[in-house]
């Protein structure tokens, strides 16, 4: 649903927006602006239903702009909490001019008590480098959300040998995600050609997909990933994600409570199932779904 306008001044004003009417203007998933509500980058962590103003409108449009630029959604809400913890009190995203260029993240202030000045922040993950004012080619000058399994601290510098096994190419896979997606699916398939009994290779490039746009090759993964293992919680959240992003609130539910059952510290199943219910009007289990998560996330 978006705005209808007969006029200049006949566009309905908007005070708050849910997840789902976020998603639909800015053009992001659901579950992408779900995840950015809960790593507390727009709207209030733990709060259903969501309501998000304006300027969290403002915050999802650098989200999407930096996803068109080419980068990997974790990867840009990794690096937006990172500048947004960097940012003095009362500073929001949406007063940022927020852009990709080169490999890297620029931030430039729009002004206010204390001057932000003008940060780059490398996508290597190394941490923050500042251009001298004036200096913009300087060092550091211009240039419902997938369940992650846990991975190997990031690397800066891929291995210099060619992968020969199904755990080289996992590796290899992991290391260039963030870097070149595109070449990480294809390391991941090299991998379960040799490996196919691998579960973390099937559900990562399932992500893969998923966050690409291919619903149909992620849910296909996911389900090989059951199949190989049918007490892995991660995948039938995933599956449940991907449920919930087509607007299939029953399938949706049901891989969630089957997650749960398997894992009932995923906090991430109980704050989706809590705003399933809440969108359907059962309120008593939104609540209880959503202290839930309070607890598991305190």
Sequence with gaps: MGFRRRGEYDAP?????SARHAAQL????????????????????GTVPAQLT???LSALRTVKALIDAGLPL???????????????DGTSLAELTIE???????????????????LALPFDGLGWSADPPGDPGGP?????EIHELPRPSETTALAPVVPATAEQWLSRALQLEDRDPVAAIDAYRRSLRLRPECTEAWINLGRMFAESGDAHAAHECFSSAIELDPADATAYYNLGVIAQDAGKEAD???????ALEIDPHLAEAHYNLATLFDQSGDSRAAIRHINEYRKLTR
């Design 13 to 17: 004003v908007w005070t708050s927006y």
């Design 26 to 45: 800015i053009g992001l998933p659901e579950s992408a602006v779900r995840s950015c509500i809960r790593d507390g980058l727009v709207g209030m962590p």
């Design 54 to 56: 304006f300027r969290d």
């Design 74 to 88: 974790p990867r840009v809400r990794r690096e937006l909490v990172r500048i947004q913890l960097a940012l003095p």
């Design 100 to 118: 990709a260029r080169g490999g890297e993240v620029h931030v430039r202030g729009r002004g206010g008590a204390t001057p932000v000045g003008q």
């Design 140 to 144: 550091g000058g211009p240039g419902g």
């Design 252 to 258: 949706a539910i049901g891989m969630y409570r089957r």
